[in-house]
């Protein structure tokens, strides 16, 4: 596993429906709703950055003086390690690892070539 230098979670307030894309670097915090997220880590497979993110967070909410949520989230299987909120939710989309897809470009079509026909039978 390589160490990413920040991640990407989603916020999800289940009362109002708002749904919230979070970018945290490693050790920043955001206030959300009632929500405080810290980022601890964000690791990612070394061999295929791509694939799944793993991210150690510290969820307090303003209305407890313990954290609601202090472990390990997968991108892969937000189930495995859920927050259990009455009113937030929170799962992990992606780690930044650097990894950026290629991007494919259409070929502008020459209006002066030829039609290709298509001979059926």
């Known amino acids: 596993m390589a160490s990413a230098p920040g991640g990407t979670l989603r916020f999800l307030d289940k009362i109002t429906g708002i749904v919230v894309d979070l970018t945290l670097g490693r050790g920043q915090s955001i206030t959300q709703g009632r929500l405080t997220i810290l980022l601890d880590e964000c690791r990612y497979p070394k061999d295929n950055p791509a694939s799944d993110g793993q991210a150690h967070l510290t969820i307090m909410d303003s209305l407890s ?18 927050m259990d909120h009455p009113r ?30 298509i001979n059926e039978g």
Do not use: H, K, R
Not at 65 to 82: D, I
Not at 88 to 117: H, K, M, N, R, T
């Open 65 to 82: 003086s313990t954290p609601v949520f202090n472990g390990w989230m997968m991108a892969s299987s937000p189930a495995l390690s859920a």
């Open 88 to 117: 937030y939710d929170v799962w992990v989309l992606s780690c930044d690892s650097g990894f950026v897809a290629p991007q494919i470009e259409d070929q502008p079509e020459d209006p002066d070539a030829p039609i290709e026909e």
